[in-house]
T-cell receptor, first 109, second 118 residues
Framework: KQEVTQIPAALSVPEGENLVLNCSFT??????LQWFRQDPGKGLTSLLL?????REQTSGRLNASLDKSSGRSTLYIAASQPGDSATYLC????????FGTGTRLQVFP | GAVVSQHPSRVICKSGTSVKIECRSL??????MFWYRQFPKQSLMLMAT?????????EQGVEKDKFLINHASLTLSTLTVTSAHPEDSSFYIC??????????????FGEGSWLTVV
C-alpha cells in the first residue's frame, strides 16, 4: 500500500528564508507526483507537476525535484514571503492521487 | 478558469438528514472522478473512485451505504451523505481526470464543499 509522508509537519520561518519541504513515498511505481498548496478553508491549488520521467520542475520561486528510486520529492521555496503561508501537500499519482500528510508553513514578516 | 465545478461550496444540514454534493467537469468528459474528505488539520483522504456508468469503488473504511456516489453522466458525479451526523462534518473535494490528456496535468480539482452537520 502506497504511503506518502511529509516532513516537517509544520514550519514557521521569518520572511526571506529559503525552504525545503520533503515528501517521501513507499512505492516508486508512480506515474506522476504533484505539489499543491491549500489555503485555510479553500480548495487545492496545483503548484508543480513532475512526470515520472522528469527529475525536476521549476515555477518562479518554486522548484520541485523527484527521485523515484529513493521515493523522495522535495519542494524548494526561495526567498519565502508571508503570502507563502499555507499548507503544502504532495500527492503521488497512480490510477488515483494519494496525498501526503502535509506541511503547514507560516512565514512571518 | 475552473474546469471542475463543485456545488455547494458550503452547506449546513440537520443531523439525520441527507445532503448531496455535485461535481461537474466543465469542458471535458470525465469517465473517472474522485471524492476526497479532509478533516481539520489532516490531509486529504480518498473516499472513492467514481466511474461513469458503473458502481463506485470505495476505499477501505468508507461506508458505501452512507456515502452514495452516482456518476450517471460523463460530466457529473454526485456524493450524497445519508443520515448525516456531526462527525460527518468535513471538507469534501472532488477531482476529475481529463481522458484527452496522456501527459502533463490530467487531474483537476473542484473548489471543495464544506459540510457542517448540526
Amino acid at each position: 500500500k502506497q504511503e506518502v509522508t511529509q516532513i516537517p509537519a509544520a514550519l514557521s520561518v521569518p520572511e526571506g528564508e529559503n525552504l525545503v519541504l520533503n515528501c517521501s513515498f513507499t512505492d516508486s511505481a508512480i506515474y506522476n507526483l504533484q505539489w499543491f498548496r491549500q489555503d485555510p478553508g479553500k480548495g487545492l491549488t496545483s503548484l508543480l507537476l513532475i512526470q515520472s520521467s522528469q527529475r525536476e520542475q521549476t515555477s518562479g520561486r518554486l522548484n520541485a525535484s523527484l527521485d523515484k528510486s529513493s521515493g523522495r520529492s522535495t519542494l524548494y521555496i526561495a526567498a519565502s514571503q508571508p503570502g507563502d503561508s499555507a499548507t503544502y501537500l504532495c500527492a503521488v499519482i497512480l490510477d488515483k492521487l494519494i496525498f501526503g500528510t502535509g506541511t503547514r508553513l507560516q512565514v512571518f514578516p | 478558469g475552473a474546469v471542475v465545478s463543485q456545488h455547494p461550496s458550503r452547506v449546513i444540514c440537520k443531523s439525520g438528514t441527507s445532503v448531496k454534493i455535485e461535481c461537474r467537469s466543465l469542458d471535458f468528459q470525465a469517465t473517472t472522478m474522485f471524492w476526497y474528505r479532509q478533516f481539520p488539520k489532516q490531509s486529504l483522504m480518498l473516499m472513492a473512485t467514481s466511474n461513469e456508468g458503473s458502481k463506485a469503488t470505495y476505499e477501505q473504511g468508507v461506508e458505501k451505504d452512507k456515502f452514495l456516489i452516482n456518476h450517471a453522466s460523463l460530466t457529473l458525479s454526485t456524493l450524497t451523505v445519508t443520515s448525516a451526523h456531526p462527525e460527518d462534518s468535513s471538507f469534501y473535494i472532488c477531482s476529475a481526470r481529463d481522458p484527452r490528456k496522456h501527459s502533463g496535468n490530467t487531474i483537476y480539482f473542484g473548489e471543495g464543499s464544506w459540510l457542517t452537520v448540526v
